[in-house]
């Protein structure tokens, strides 16, 4: 296991899509500025924090617990991001972007997650 959560490439693509976020909301009209693009940065923010405290806990268990909740604030990020492009809030270039870097982010997640033995 890596030494520090910083090493691990599921949290590396996590940061950055949390700065994709971050950026894509930034244009969202004043009104949802407080509700979805405030949810989907909340649900952003969530994937790498869980990731990292997953991996801090130094068991495979807690780890494998902490991942599936970084991969149900993912789900919950990809629905968000479809509403905002179903309300013309994000253009479909970048919701096509963004998705992109949900499944890439999901796939490493369930990775992550296979590779972890399961303790007795």
Do not use: C
């Amino acid at each position: 296991m890596p030494q520090s959560f910083k090493d691990l490439v599921a949290w590396q693509k996590a940061m950055d899509m949390a700065d994709a976020i971050y950026d894509a909301t930034a244009d969202f009209p004043q009104r949802e500025m407080y509700r979805l693009a405030d949810q989907m940065r909340r649900a952003a923010v969530s994937i790498p924090s869980n990731i990292a405290e997953g991996q801090a806990r130094f068991s495979n268990r807690d780890f494998r617990h902490f991942l599936r909740d970084a991969r149900g604030s993912l789900a919950e990020l990809e629905t968000q991001i479809l509403i905002s492009e179903r309300r013309h809030y994000l253009t479909p270039q970048t919701t096509s972007a963004l998705v992109q870097r949900v499944v890439e982010l999901g796939r490493i997640l369930n990775g992550l997650m296979s590779s972890l033995k399961v303790e007795d």
